[in-house]
């Protein structure tokens, strides 16, 4: 499996929304019929409000873990994260990153008291098992959705706190290089 699979951000935006409507409905029905919600549904529903939060934010996993759990105990739609960065890449120096939890995200979808290692760990597991994707794409297909809707490189690499905007300017050039041809090609 590549590492970045060039996800269609609004595919999968949509895809994830779809599925957490659909698994909220299972944990309703199964709450209504007062029978235990199965833990399938319950971890279900914490992964894909990660992977959700993710991709909204352009944002590594790490942090929309950090963000998930954290709007599970204080209720706050904004968070605000330190930016997961590996460390030869940050300096040495901490940044905080903002990160908007998406409204289609409740509380009551998190049950589940996993903690931050286990969350992070299973998450990335159940992308590559349930999605087929490596959760890095995720982001990548935030960066290409921000270049095609004109959002200068340097806003965006600022936006994901990315230290190498030359990273940022290849992968937007590429995208829309593949977009060029495809519109070219009759």
């Known amino acids: 499996m590549s590492w970045d699979k060039r996800l ?8 994830f929304k779809k599925d957490m409507h659909d698994l909220a409905k299972e ?7 007062k029978r235990p919600v199965p833990a399938t549904v319950l971890t ?14 352009g944002s590594r996993i790490s942090e929309a873990v950090e963000a998930v759990l954290s709007f599970k105990n204080n209720n706050e739609r904004i968070q605000k994260i330190r930016a ?26 998190l049950d589940l008291d996993y903690p931050f290692e286990k969350t992070l760990n299973g998450v990335k597991i159940f992308a590559v098992r349930y999605y ?3 959760t890095h794409s995720l982001r990548y297909s935030w960066i290409a959705k921000m ?14 706190r990315h230290t190498n905007i ?9 995208d829309e290089a593949d977009t060029i041809k495809m519109n070219f090609i009759k």
């Not at 279900?44 to 934010?57: A, F, K, P």
């Open 44 to 57: 279900r529903l914490l992964y894909t409000s990660i992977l959700l939060t993710q991709i909204e934010n």
């Open 8 to 15: 269609d951000f609004d595919e999968w935006d949509l895809r």
């Open 132 to 134: 087929k994707i490596n």
């Open 27 to 33: 944990k309703e029905y199964n709450e209504l019929k």
């Open 84 to 109: 997961r960065k590996r460390k030869k890449l940050s300096k040495g120096k901490d940044v905080d990153v903002l990160i908007k939890i998406p409204s289609a995200v409740k509380k009551q979808y």
């Open 147 to 160: 270049g095609r809707e004109g959002i200068p490189t340097n806003l965006i690499s600022k936006a994901i």
């Open 166 to 174: 030359q990273t940022i300017e290849n992968y937007t050039a590429e």
